[in-house]
Nanobody, 116 residues
Framework: QVQVVESGGGLVQPGGSLRLSCTVSGVAISSYSMSWYRQAPGKERELVARASSVSSFTNYADSVKGRFTLSRANAKNTVYLQMNSLKPEDTAVYYC?????????WGQGTQVTVSS
């Protein structure tokens, strides 16, 4: 059984930083595309960052480029999302996804709130 668990969310002031973690059990993430999504209240879920399983390329949403960094620790079956220079508009529930072919596994999400 595959489990995806996000952690690291919380309340942070504008300009602050957080690091989210996503730990997967049941599959080896080295062969999976790993992504972070977010969903703000009243808005659709959007892709924040995606790291391919077959290359070192990571693509980011324009709104987070230069501020967020996705990294993989395949030996720990964990991916991270380092978020710097946070803005109130980054407030959302952040979800982690592990995808390979037709298999697409999601976590329950972690809340990030950016507010003074």
């Amino acid at each position: 059984q595959v489990q995806v668990v996000e952690s690291g969310g919380g309340l942070v002031q504008p300009g602050g930083s957080l690091r989210l973690s996503c730990t997967v059990s049941g599959v080896a993430i080295s062969s999976y595309s790993m992504s972070w999504y977010r969903q703000a209240p009243g808005k659709e879920r959007e892709l924040v960052a995606r790291a391919s399983s077959v290359s070192s390329f990571t693509n980011y949403a324009d709104s987070v480029k230069g501020r967020f960094t996705l990294s993989r620790a395949n030996a720990k079956n964990t991916v991270y999302l380092q978020m710097n220079s946070l803005k109130p508009e980054d407030t959302a529930v952040y979800y982690c996804s592990a995808r390979r072919n037709v298999n697409d596994y999601w976590g329950q999400g972690t809340q990030v709130t950016v507010s003074s």
